[in-house]
């Protein structure tokens, strides 16, 4: 592994699990975003929108919902889109199965609906008979009969009959016609069945029998019906989900400075701006193991105007508007030069070198030097003296013991450790 490689994975870990705490390193690096309420990272990324307490919204099967960044120490919301997974469907129909007691919110009973599915307390989960309809005729092969209350029923009863080679096929016309296929009569007196009921093997019935649905038929019927994507804020279960979209954001980090790139003579566009504001963009880096890990690139951002933006910019598609194509990206720390971080200062000012010599302003000044005292100056304290009686006398003589030290005592001090200090600059020189 490089170098560059090695300092790549420490800065991914170590930033990312500070969570852009220092977004001031000036090289782009891999950071963690907390994952919206209800999102579970695992070997299935799941979401539950119950979890997050709140509704979700959804459009064309993703799941709006916002992460969030510490930037800068303040915290970032980025909006993020979590699509649904390709078998979200399945896993919503075996969890109402399982869960009739949510059968009664808006989506989830117009999708019951359309897979014509029902709910009996008692017998649990129901689904019609597929069961014939009678038109109100009944059908035979012959006007002998037998009769059937379908002609499906009357057609049925030669299955098997082969004449020329071929199996017979049934038609509603009295006529022969070709021999290979067999004529089913009908006539309405006598019919068995009203019209609109349903056949049985027991008989007709005006209304259509129920019978009990297993949880594979449940699920492989009610997918065939489209989910509603409006379904997940009523569903409190975890439903798989996609690596989430992070829609990528540029977050100011400082307010703007002058641009020592700019060009006042050219026009104003694109990156020919007067100032620049540093900040960080935000890219979501579709890592299905690590779902919200995004890059952040920090970069300085062109402006017209020293006071910039204080609120993170959402970066649109290339091409467009806000696309921050003429972002300039710090690759290293150290990229910009003195001037360019401090374009105001006396050493980075432009110097108008087109003067005569005459211009040029001329002063004379008078210069003095005096001596130093190498061991310093300073005075003695004053003398101590005490009243006694009518007599005024000196208690402490400070003259004598003061002269004594600054003499003799204190240049010896300093040369001692003169001595000291050369004492360790020769040991720490030694290889």
């Given at each position: ?35 919206p309420a209800g999102f579970t990272a695992g ?213 703007p400075v002058k641009n020592p790139n700019y ?68 690759e290293d720390k150290d990229e910009r030069d ?94």
């Amino acid at each position: 592994m490089t170098n560059a490689k090695f300092y790549r994975n420490l800065i991914c870990a170590g930033l990312g699990a500070l969570a852009l705490g220092y977004v001031p390193l000036s090289h782009a690096f891999y950071a963690q975003a907390s994952a919206p309420a209800g999102f579970t990272a695992g070997a299935i990324n799941t979401y539950n929108a119950a979890k997050a307490g709140v509704t979700a919204s959804v459009e064309l099967g993703r799941i709006a919902a916002n992460a969030s960044l510490n930037v800068g120490g303040r915290a970032v919301n980025i909006a993020t889109k979590i699509p649904l997974a390709a078998n979200a469907a399945r896993i919503a129909a075996a969890a109402i199965y399982l869960h009739p007691g949510v059968r009664t919110a808006v989506t989830v009973a117009a999708w019951l609906g359309a897979g014509k599915f029902f709910y009996d307390v008692s017998k649990g989960w129901l689904e019609h008979q597929d069961l014939p309809v009678s038109d109100g005729m009944q059908y035979a092969t012959s006007y002998a009969g037998p009769w059937y209350p379908t002609f499906e029923g009357a057609c049925s009863s030669r299955n098997g009959v082969i004449r020329a080679g071929q199996p017979l096929r049934c038609w509603r016309s009295t006529n022969p016609g070709d021999p290979v296929e067999y004529p089913i009569v009908s006539q309405s007196a006598g019919a068995s069945c009203p019209k609109g009921w349903y056949v049985t093997s027991a008989g007709c019935v005006q209304t259509q029998p129920m019978q009990p649905v297993t949880q594979e038929r449940f699920v492989d019927r009610l997918v065939l019906n489209p989910m509603s994507p409006n379904i997940v804020p009523e569903l409190p279960f975890d439903l798989p989900v996609d690596v989430p979209y992070i829609e990528p954001l540029f977050v100011p980090t400082g307010a703007p400075v002058k641009n020592p790139n700019y060009d006042a003579t050219k026009p104003q566009t694109g990156a020919n701006q007067p100032y620049t504001q540093p900040g960080v963009k935000i890219e979501g880096a579709n890592d299905a193991k690590n779902p919200f890990q995004v890059n952040v690139q920090p970069s300085d951002r062109p402006t017209a105007t020293p006071q910039g933006s204080t609120n993170p910019q959402p970066i649109t598609p290339p091409g467009t508007e806000g696309d921050g194509s003429t972002d300039k990206p710090k690759e290293d720390k150290d990229e910009r030069d003195l001037c360019e971080k401090n374009p105001d200062i006396l050493a980075c000012q432009k110097v108008d070198t087109e003067v005569e010599d005459s211009e040029i302003p001329k002063a004379e000044k008078t210069v003095r030097y005096a001596p130093e005292n190498p061991f310093g100056g300073g005075s003695c304290p004053a003398d101590q003296y005490a009243k006694i009686g009518t007599q005024q006398m000196k208690v402490i003589d400070w003259t004598q013991d003061c002269m004594f030290i600054r003499d003799y005592v204190r240049p010896i001090a300093f040369a001692i450790t003169a001595l000291i200090v050369a004492g360790i600059l020769a040991g720490a020189l030694k290889p």
